[in-house]
């Protein structure tokens, strides 16, 4: 089964050609970060213009480099939500428009839960139940999964998104945006003990997570510095802000899947491609004997190969959508 994803929910533009949900025939990413970044951000009606501009030339490309033709095809799959409205109905047009053209069935892929299917691209044989972190630049999603068809969101975050926070941190220290990167690169220069941060999390309770109140405890405690005549290095800061998020992220995360006693965990989004973030993760599920699964850094952050994954399941068992679905900025899971 051959599937035709495509992703443009925020500032990629990405197609991609997929066999049986797992082999990646092509996956083309055209990044928008470049045209962003003098903004410091992603500027929505900017985004949307330039899909529009890329959106052909990448599916074209994701064709060429499969080596198929539109006529291969068995089905379109296109993101239909989570995520900016302008940028997602460019893609959910063309996907329409192909799949009339070519009379093949429409499936609309929820964005958060194609994150997670990025783990099915690299390891084949993901076995239900899991429990998935998702961490991404809106989303820090832990998801209760027992079957293709039944994901349940089982926290989420209070306020600002994990990846968020890494760009507005990395905002407030004067580093590139996006911030996750940028902050990842000057932690291996620094030490968190330098510069220690407050947790500021509920803990037990329940799987929600907050990151804002850390925020603005790094903006306190750099200022306080500062009045001090203290002298602060950004390198210290990113170090500690780096390993309090991934603190409170494996807080978060174990505790789910002791409280849903499920053998596996899966993380996915833009900041699963964070190197401490992946190295803490992989020695503590050592500790506890989890099976951690984490997808290569390039199918972490926005890609269409994993909307082509997640279409497959919904394929096989004919969940298609009608030509008059419409975008939806703010879709729920499941
Ligand atoms: P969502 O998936 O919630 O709609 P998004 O699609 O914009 O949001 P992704 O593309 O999955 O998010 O991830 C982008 C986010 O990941 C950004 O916030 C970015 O800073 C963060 N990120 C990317 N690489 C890293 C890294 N190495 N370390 C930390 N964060 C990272
Ligand atoms: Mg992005
Ligand atoms: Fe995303």
Redesign the pocket.
């Known amino acids: 089964v051959l599937i035709l994803g495509i992703e443009t929910?925020?500032?990629?533009t990405a197609a991609a050609v997929v066999a049986d949900g797992y082999e990646i025939l092509s996956n083309v990413v055209s990044s928008q970060v470049e045209i962003h970044r003098c903004f410091g951000g992603?500027v929505p009606e900017v985004a949307s213009r330039r899909h529009l501009e890329m959106l052909n030339p990448v599916i074209d490309l994701a064709l060429k480099e499969a080596g198929v033709s539109f006529d291969d095809l068995d089905a379109v799959a296109v993101t239909q939500g989570?995520?900016l409205l302008g940028s997602l109905l460019v893609g959910l047009m063309a996907a329409k428009s192909l799949a009339f053209a070519l009379k093949l069935p429409l499936i609309a892929v929820h964005?958060?839960k194609a994150?997670v299917y990025a783990n099915f691209l690299a390891y084949p044989r993901v076995e239900f139940p899991f429990v998935a972190l998702?961490?991404?630049?809106?989303?820090t999603d832990l998801i209760y999964a027992t079957s293709h068809s039944d994901f349940r969101l089982i926290g989420r975050t209070k306020d600002d998104?994990?990846?968020?926070a890494?760009?507005k941190v990395?905002r407030f220290l004067g580093l590139e945006y996006?911030?996750?990167?940028a902050?990842?690169r000057k932690a291996r220069q620094g030490d968190p003990a330098a510069f220690p941060l407050p947790h500021l999390q509920r803990t037990g309770e329940d799987f929600d997570t907050s990151f804002s109140g850390l925020k603005t405890a790094v903006i306190y405690r750099w200022r306080q510095a500062q009045e001090k005549g203290e002298k602060v290095r950004v390198e210290d800061v990113a170090a500690s802000f780096?390993a309090t998020v991934v603190e409170i992220l494996q807080e978060k995360a174990f505790a789910a899947v002791r409280a849903f006693k499920v053998p596996t965990l899966l993380l996915a989004?833009?900041?699963a491609?964070?190197?401490h973030?992946r190295a803490r993760f992989t020695t503590r599920a050592q500790e506890e004997g989890i099976n951690l699964l984490i997808p290569p850094?390039a199918l972490?952050?926005?890609n269409a190969a994993m909307v082509a994954a997640a279409a497959y399941y919904q394929f096989l068992r004919g969940d298609f959508a009608p030509l008059t679905i419409s975008a939806e900025a703010g879709l729920p899971l499941g």
């Open positions: 929910s925020c500032d990629e992603v989570p995520g964005h958060i994150h998702v961490v991404s630049g809106g989303h998104a994990a990846g968020e890494f760009d990395a996006p911030g996750g990167p902050i990842e780096q989004g833009g900041v491609a964070n190197g973030l850094p972490c952050t926005d």
